[in-house]
């Protein structure tokens, strides 16, 4: 299998000369099947599964972990709270296992083996292997007597110390001696990702190396420094030469971590650099509508409000309104917790801009959300003459028809919507600011299909809400250019929200304990988790669930509503509306009332499979009690065996009721996890090493770095800067500029 890679003299002439008239000038943009030990199929098959190209697409792809071959630990020095460990061993005894136990070696029919057993020793003491796929191979690999390298993770089964599934050498082509590692002194050696279909096509862990090393060799002088030198100096970072070489092979653990840095930092440093630029080039543009008054409906709205609005919620106001009356587009993004009131002031921003003379649209991300904050948009404009409607999926024709015309003819002020809204026979008259709830459901290019409805030429104020607490620079980054503005503060009175886990056995004081609430006219969430819209199980579980409470809590006197994804709209609708109203005195939900369901009168929330859900989304739905003026209750409902992440997250909601703190956590537990999958999708550019989750520190350094770059040559136009300005000219550091209409 390895033949491939030791291309003999004729095979690497013809490479060469094949390689010579495919090679562009830059080896770096050579097509990856010309790379010596590649071929046509696997190019395919690397195209296919990793996305490579070309052989600086290949160098791009960086190992997740390394393998540590000169640190070799004794077995009896290994733990199993240790991460991946190496041991080099002696294999003492071999025993496979069916269904029925142990398999004499006469018998051995490998469709039947269930497990293997293999006992190894190094002297210091005994460890067992184990091992459950791919027996057959393993089997034939590894001989009685003989001696190898096992690299894995140490666990602890039935008391005694194992490993399950190790990467296995012989201690004979291991090392040194043959080709691994050893390429530029490395004395670690990358593991890169991989697939089923890549391993089975030939494209091994052991190729990958030898095929980064072709490449390396090949097209490492090509790779141009992409930092200035003066900030490589003032940084402590390492040329690009010293990173690219050591993240591949490793000289050592201090290489490895500077070369970390240093492309985690140049990555960061870009991204940074290509959103401040656009923010500074915008700025410059007198490109927003000036709206220099607040209107007569604001006032009266303002005057109207049966309470005083928080300190922050005025602070974040005139931010706002500084913004809108500038003549610059505002690209604000609004972070509150849940509670804090954010509706409240997208209301004053709406009426501004009715204010204005322009039409506001207030987007939601769910049918569910926007019906409620039409709800409750409407209450606050009594008496202020603007009119708002409603328009979602499931808007009759008669009524869509009557809503576009008073959007076209400007006698709708204020449009509450979901994404219907986007849709192209929406038309405004003049759309002067668009203001978007909870956004990361909605896609960047939908936002760009908003700014195309504005009619008067220039680009809508854009207010984006989010209830997700994240750390600002964090926040500056996944939100692009937005400025950020802060709720940081509850309306007063807020009574604290006590959160109480709890396990099956306490069911029967639970449920009394609902009926006493209810009793007190009280009413109750009761939430089952559906991570997966689709998975049959979950469904099973709300439906075995609610069957339970219905139960447990028969009618008359109870009233139990249910609200679940499977719904047609109005049925969700008409089983909120009833629970909003009083008319249910229990909801049974799935987490589609995560986000912003507001029911004052709800003062109990209780949670099933509390473990199964996520920090944030936990801290999303308690967020849906306290909402009153009752004492309200968070239980969370758990299994009796948690894992330790699941125990921590438990804990934490139970100790404290801050959402930044949580969120904190949560990053640090999680790391890339969930942020980057949902949120950072929202990025202009892919991170390739850096992480936004855990590279916070680097993140915050790198901004810094960049807001001084651009003070200091705004139009990077210095000489010191000339690898700056070439390097954020490129192509995928191109920030689309969403607020500009295309
Ligand atoms: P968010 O959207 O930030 O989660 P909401 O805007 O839904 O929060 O507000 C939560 C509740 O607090 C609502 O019932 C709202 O009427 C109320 N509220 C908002 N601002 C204040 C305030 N300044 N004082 C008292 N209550 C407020
Ligand atoms: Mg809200």
């Known amino acids: 299998m390895d033949r491939s890679l030791d291309c003999d003299r004729d095979d690497m002439k013809n490479i060469r000369s094949r390689l010579h008239d495919n090679m562009e000038k830059n080896a770096l943009q050579t097509d990856i099947q010309f790379l010596p030990g590649v071929g046509p199929k696997r ?63 006469e018998d051995i029919k490998f469709n039947t083996v269930k497990r293997m057993s293999v006992k190894i020793s190094d002297g210091s003491g005994y460890m067992e292997l184990v091992f459950f796929k791919g027996i057959k191979w393993m089997y034939s690999k590894l ?186 587009q505002m690209n604000r993004l609004l972070q509150g917790d849940v509670g804090s009131g954010k509706t409240m002031v997208a209301v004053l921003t709406a009426l501004i801009a009715t204010g204005n003379g322009y039409q506001a649209c207030i987007m939601a991300p769910t049918e569910v959300l926007a019906q409620q904050h039409y709800k409750n948009i409407s209450k606050y404009l009594k008496g202020t003459g603007v009119k708002t409607a409603l328009l979602t999926g499931s808007s009759k024709t008669a009524e869509r ?40 459901r909605f896609g960047v290019e939908q936002r760009a299909k908003l700014w195309r409805k504005s009619s008067c030429g220039l680009a809508p104020h854009v207010l984006v809400m989010t209830a997700t607490p994240i750390p600002r620079t964090l926040a500056m980054t996944l939100y692009g250019d937005l400025d950020v503005s802060v709720i940081d503060e509850l309306p007063p009175g807020r009574k604290p929200i006590q959160t109480i886990a709890a396990t099956e056995s306490r069911r029967p004081a639970l449920f009394k304990f609902l009926k006493d609430q209810i009793a007190l006219g009280r009413q109750v969430f009761i939430v089952y988790p559906l991570i997966f819209e689709s998975e049959k199980m979950d469904y099973k579980n709300l439906e075995t669930g609610y069957e339970q409470i219905v139960k ?10 249910i609200v679940h994804g499977k719904q047609s709209n109005e049925e969700k609708k008409f089983n909120m509306d009833a629970f909003a109203a009083g008319r249910a005195d229990i909801l049974v939900a799935t987490s589609v009332i995560e986000v912003g369901v507001d029911v004052p009168n709800a003062s109990v929330m209780v949670i099933e499979s509390a473990e199964r859900f996520g920090l944030s989304q936990l801290h999303q739905l308690r967020g849906r009690v ?30 404290t009721e801050n959402g930044f703190e949580l969120a904190e956590e949560d990053m640090k537990m999680r790391g890339p996890g969930d942020l980057e999958g949902t949120q950072q999708s929202g990025l202009p550019i892919t991170l390739n090493i850096a992480s936004l989750a855990k590279d916070g520190l680097i993140l915050n350094d790198a901004r810094q770095c960049a807001q001084r770059v651009l003070d200091d040559d705004p139009k990077l136009s210095q000489a010191k800067n000339r690898i700056i300005a070439e390097e954020v000219g490129k192509e995928k550091y191109r920030v689309r500029d969403y607020s500009q209409i295309s």
């Open 43 to 105: 190019a395919a098959l690397l195209r296919q599964e990793l996305q490579v190209g070309t052989i600086g697409d290949l160098i791009k792809i960086y190992p997740f972990r390394y393998i540590d071959k000169s640190s070799i630990i004794p077995v009896n020095a290994a733990t199993p709270d240790m991460a991946y460990i190496q041991i080099k061993a002696k294999v003492e005894e071999i025993s496979l296992f069916g269904a029925k136990g142990s398999i004499p070696e």
């Open 143 to 328: 001989k009685v007597g003989e001696e190898y390298i096992f690299f894995g993770k140490p666990s602890v089964f039935n008391g005694r110390l194992n490993m399950v599934h190790p990467d296995v050498d012989h201690v004979k082509t291991s090392g040194q001696d043959k080709n691994r590692p050893g390429f530029m002194n490395a004395t670690m050696t990358g593991i890169y990702p991989s697939t089923e279909r890549l391993k089975n096509g030939g494209i091994t862990g052991k190729v990958m190396n030898k095929l980064m090393e072709n490449a390396l060799n090949m097209a490492l002088p090509d790779i141009e420094e992409s930092m200035p030198e003066y900030l490589l100096l003032e940084k402590g970072l390492v040329p690009i030469h010293f990173a690219v070489r050591n993240i591949h092979f490793p000289k050592d653990m201090i290489s490895l971590e500077k070369a970390k840095y240093r492309l985690k930092f140049e990555e960061l440093f870009y991204l940074q650099l290509s959103l401040l630029k656009q923010k500074y080039v915008r700025s410059r543009n007198e490109n927003g509508i000036r709206m220099p008054k607040v209107g007569d409906a604001f006032n009266i709205c303002y005057d109207s409000l049966p309470f005083d609005l928080t300190r922050a919620q005025k602070r974040v106001i005139t931010e706002i309104r500084d913004d809108m009356k500038s003549g610059h």
């Open 626 to 655: 306290g909402r009153g003026s009752e004492k309200s209750y968070c239980i969370l409902m758990t299994g009796s065996r948690l894992s330790k992440d699941s125990r921590h997250r438990i804990n934490l909601m139970c100790a």
């Open 552 to 561: 447990a809590f028969p009618f008359p006197p109870y009233r139990t509503a």
């Open 401 to 440: 028809r009557e809503i576009h015309a008073g959007l076209e003819d400007g006698t709708v002020g204020i449009i509450v919507g979901t994404h219907a809204l986007f849709e192209d026979n929406v038309v405004f008259k003049n759309l002067g600011l668009a203001i978007i709830d909870e956004q990361h």
